[in-house]
């Protein structure tokens, strides 16, 4: 390609445009998901939450995929004020 086809832009990788992600989550949500499995199956012997995490895994990841940026903008409502002010 030469310089008068790029138009002076320079290519970015898509690693650092998109979030961090393991196995397709957030990162947060991806450690925060498996840990609280781990509690359950290991500790308490709950063999059931394994079948629902991967359920809940399958569809985060989903989302993930069709917005990258669904779980921030999630988060940021839950935080933001619960009534409007006149």
């Known amino acids: 390609m030469t ?3 790029n138009d ?3 290519p970015i990788h898509q690693s650092l445009l998109l979030p961090r992600s393991i196995a397709g989550l ?6 925060m998901l498996w840990v609280t499995t ?3 199956v290991l500790g308490a012997r ?3 939450v394994l079948i629902l995490s991967v359920g809940l ?4 990841a989903w989302l993930t995929k069709v917005d990258p940026y669904f779980f921030d903008v999630a988060r940021r ?3 933001g004020r619960r009534r409007l002010d006149p």
């Open 8 to 10: 002076g832009r320079a």
């Open 77 to 79: 409502a839950a935080r």
């Open 57 to 60: 895994h399958a569809g985060f």
């Open 46 to 48: 709950v063999w059931w």
């Open 38 to 40: 781990a509690g359950f």
């Open 26 to 31: 957030p990162e947060q949500l991806a450690k």
């Open 3 to 5: 310089p008068a086809e």
